[in-house]
């Protein structure tokens, strides 16, 4: 029987929502084994001047606790 642990990760990027999220994902990845999936909850951004400045996402990502 697996026993698995969701944790909420927000991450932020400059580029994209989709680069926030690999680059929350890899930051995850480095501390965290056994990762088996992510789900994004919402997405947000920074905005100065009339444009978007930042990207942020809040995702839980879904791992198997050993």
């Keep these: 029987m ?4 969701v ?3 927000t991450a932020s990027s400059k580029k994209g929502w989709e680069d926030a999220a690999n ?3 890899e930051r995850a990845a ?4 056994g ?3 992510l789900k994004v909850v919402s997405q947000k ?3 100065e001047g009339g444009k ?3 990207y942020r996402i809040t995702m839980e990502v879904t ?4």
């Design 30 to 33: 480095s501390t965290v084994r």
């Design 45 to 47: 951004a920074k905005v």
């Design 7 to 9: 944790t909420k990760i």
């Design 63 to 66: 791992f198997i606790l050993e």
């Design 35 to 37: 990762i088996t999936g």
């Design 23 to 25: 680059q929350g994902l």
């Design 52 to 54: 978007i400045a930042e």
């Design 2 to 5: 697996s026993v698995a642990r």
